[in-house]
């Protein structure tokens, strides 16, 4: 199984090359894992948290950095089932995060207390994904 936790150079590039001037939707899709996986002497590596554990740790240490860079979570789910794709998928839960901007978004991820927040993410999960998508128009039709 492969497995994605942090951007490829890539697929971060391309991020990059996207206009910075707009409202963007990220879209998270989140496996956590059984055990957090922390590195060895980290403050949290022998508390034998969960995976869930260690992601809502996350959210607490870099929550006030993501409001103050003007974002907003606009949907909140729980995974249940695959309608379409592989049966073999599945994840845990899924969000979407809102940024006035993408340069809001750098400005959270160059943030030096972020940058030890995001410690928890990654010990938390197995698997994730990060897909941006540019605002559009809400409503009744697709």
Not at 30 to 54: F, I, M, N, T
Not at 87 to 103: C, E, I, L, M
Request: proline share 6%.
């Amino acid at each position: 199984m492969d497995s994605y936790i942090d951007p490829s150079p890539a697929n971060f590039a391309a991020f990059k090359d996207l206009p910075r001037d707009e409202p963007i939707h990220m879209l998270n899709l989140l496996l956590y894992r059984d055990e957090a996986a922390y590195p060895q002497g980290h403050e949290h590596a022998d508390k034998g948290w969960s995976g869930r554990r260690a992601y809502e740790e996350y959210g607490k240490t870099s929550g006030p950095i993501f409001r103050r860079v003007g974002g907003s979570i606009v949907w909140r789910g729980a995974f249940q089932t695959m309608v379409t794709g592989p049966d073999d998928k599945r994840w845990h839960d899924g969000f979407v995060a809102q940024y006035p901007n993408s340069g809001a978004f750098f400005e959270m991820i160059k943030d030096p207390d972020y940058q030890r927040a995001v410690v928890n993410r990654t010990a938390a999960l197995v698997d994730s994904r990060l897909m941006r998508f540019k605002s559009g128009v809400a409503g009744e039709g697709f």
